[in-house]
């Protein structure tokens, strides 16, 4: 019988012991293939265009180091944590799971004191909880410092540099630049990075009501705004936003591996390199990890309660159901309140495998505490939308439950373009096992292969594990849980490729648990491995560097052409070159032939227009600097209330926005086709309205795309 309160395991896992052979040449390797990979990816600037060295090297340090001040808090709670882990986990599992929980309750506080108007107020709180934290982790390393593990490189690992690198080369790329298959990272420029930004003018976390994303639960947000709090602007925090993310992924990528080396004892290299480079390798990852997107901060929790789960022995006391699903209850509310869809992809096969794992009797408790940590990780949003929307899922539920001010022909569009909108076999066929092989389903769109063949590589590994007798029951459990994303994401998203991502957490333990049939004797990695796995972190990069390309069909294009120019994507760069004196006219027209729309609207002497912008189909206004008015797609903004007032009166709709104080209008041609050929756009801004509007406009610039740039009024 058991101990009273503990976990029970007969007996602990033997930690990997270190190769006395192993030479210190293999880190010294390992750090230099790394460099050189990132140099020659970081070369890729196109034609006419060269690597700065300087530039590059401000772009890593500039990237890395706010997002590890940002990332001490975080380490600091995992320090205090660790000693509660459960102690049937490896060291190495017991630490990386401490910092998924630390990273958690991280994103809690900055949602938190976000929220109640305290992290906007003064750079004083962000700087505060980092020096807090760095003493508390200084205090809690000295007295644990030997329980610690610390990596040790082999020359196996190797092969996971390409994938590290090519992540690397995209973290340290201007937001918009990068990647064609998220259309520049859309969302970043429209919420991800735009909402901290305007939360930071406000002082307050809060609803907005041009923008329907601020309604959500925004944790990974809301530690952006801790970063801009922290570096002093929201440019300079664009890439410590992403290095956040890309430090998830390896950290995820970390946790796998403990957990697959730990689970194949026979072939733990092997399962644990397996696993670590297939995930980082997996096109998605790189995506979606290089950017400031939340997904990463949705694999790490759920690696995290995979690990958990995995070994732990059914208990018979009841203190441990209730430690347990605390645990589980923290790490999945974590990744709902970092992406709301993680309640299909995370928060339910957790429930799912806990249970599993589990005598009935332990069931109550369990569930008392998952649902207790849970529902106090989601309160400050849970609250909040309450009682600014009426309801606390908005817009999630808007279609039954109202809210927000929305119209019900609001609330049906928003819930019809996020549901199954085909077949869903179809589309699960299409963007997981196929997606990227064969010609774009839809004529203009990115069609890369972003998930490579991990999906039919995790199938296939699935029914070696499950021949496997040491493998079966924890195969049994990862297709459990991949059954369950698959099934929610056929029935409750808009079936995007990119909501799978968090399936690349099993699907990879999945392989690893089937490691041992290519692995040696003795437990060591065969060489054959470390090549495939080199060849496959070759895949994303060979996407990376198709990325903009300079004319149609060119290989390689111009992908490191924005590494560390975040200023010059804004305009900065621009703007200081057309006032240097002596500039001639020729000179002068070079500069604003390639210059973004934002060197203009951020310059009023380029335009000679100063007061306020009003984007038409544009969210993207991260980088605009002036006093602007938007809405998202899903919102109704001023033009959609000028169309309903005076549909037959255009003239109207322009002295209504001159005595608003509107000078300029950017319409976006392009987006606003989609917007109504989706079914998005309000039916009010019909394509007949838009051409009497536009037409009583002055044409100042076209920027391509059917980007425009029209005047209000006079001017020059």
Known sequence: MPAPGRFRAPTRPTETPADPHRPWAAGLAWGIALIVAVLLLASATGPGQSLSIPTLLAALVGGLLPALLWMIPAAAIAALLRPLMPECLSSRERTLIAWAIGVGVALWIDSLLGRLGVLASSPVVAWGLTIVGGVVLLAVLGRQSRSWPLPRPT????????????????????????????????????????????????????????????????????????????????????????????????????????????????????????????????????????????????????????????????????????????????????????????????????????????????????????????????????????????????????????????????????????????????????????????????????????????????????????????????????????????????????????????????????????????????????????????????????????????????WIGAPAAAVGQVATTAGEIHRALLKRPGLSREERGEVLQHAPPWTFLNEPTLTGHEGRVLLVGESRVFYLDRDCEYVSVWDRGRLSMLAREYPDDPDRWVRELSQAGFTMVLFDGAMIKRWRRNGWLDPALSAEAISAFTARLRPLRGFGNGVELFAIGGGP
């Not at 994938?163 to 429209?190: H, K, M, N």
């Not at 939360?199 to 309604?215: D, F």
């Not at 958990?308 to 009841?318: K, N, R």
């Not at 790490?331 to 992809?345: C, M, R």
């Open 155 to 554: 020359w196996t690992e190797l092969s996971l540099v390409p994938a590290i690198a090519v992540l690397a080369v995209a973290t340290i790329s201007a937001p918009g630049w990068l990647w064609s298959s998220e259309f520049g990272g859309y969302d970043v420029l429209a919420y991800h990075l735009q909402l901290p930004k305007e939360w930071r003018s406000l002082g307050v976390i809060e609803p907005l009501a041009h923008n329907v994303y601020s309604h959500l639960p925004n944790h990974v947000e809301a530690s952006t705004l801790r970063l801009m709090m922290l570096v002093g602007g929201p440019l300079d925090a664009a890439l410590p936003a992403q290095m956040v993310q890309a430090l998830l992924a390896v950290s995820t990528a970390a946790l796998l591996a403990a957990t697959a080396a730990r689970l194949v004892p026979s072939a733990a290299a092997a399962a644990g390199l397996v696993t670590a480079g297939l995930f980082l390798g997996t096109p998605w990852v790189t995506v979606v990890g290089s950017l400031a997107y939340d997904e990463m901060a949705v694999c790490l929790p759920l690696a995290a309660i995979v690990a958990l789960l995995t070994p732990i022995e059914a208990v018979t006391d009841s203190p441990a159901p209730l430690r347990l699903g605390l645990l589980v209850g923290i790490l999945a509310g974590s990744a709902v309140a970092a992406k709301a869809t993680s309640v299909g992809f995370v928060a339910l096969p957790a429930v799912g495998l806990l249970l599993a794992r589990l005598p009935r009797r332990g069931w109550l408790l369990a569930l008392a505490g998952v649902s207790a940590s849970a529902v106090v990780v989601l309160a400050p949003w849970l609250v909040q939308n309450l009682l600014s929307a009426g309801q606390p899922f908005f817009p999630i539920l808007a279609e039954p439950l109202g809210g927000g001010g929305w119209s019900p022909e609001q609330a049906a569009t928003f819930a019809a373009a996020h549901g199954p909108d085909r077949n869903p076999l179809a589309a699960f066929l299409a963007e997981a096992l196929l997606h990227g092989i064969g010609p774009s389903p839809e004529s203009g769109e990115p069609w890369r292969p972003q998930w490579s063949l991990l999906w039919p590589l995790g199938l296939t590994a699935s029914a070696i594990a499950l021949a496997s007798t040491a493998c079966r029951a924890n195969a049994i459990r990862l297709l459990g849980i991949l059954a369950v994303m698959i099934a929610f994401w056929m029935g409750f998203t808009h079936l995007e490729s990119r909501f799978l991502v968090p399936a690349a957490v099993p699907l990879s333990l999945l392989i690893g648990l089937s490691a041992t049939r290519w692995a040696h004797p003795d437990g060591r990695t065969s060489s054959l491995v470390a090549a495939a796995l080199t060849v496959w972190g070759l895949v994303p990069v060979a996407i990376y560097l198709k990325e903009r390309p300079l004319t149609p069909g060119n």
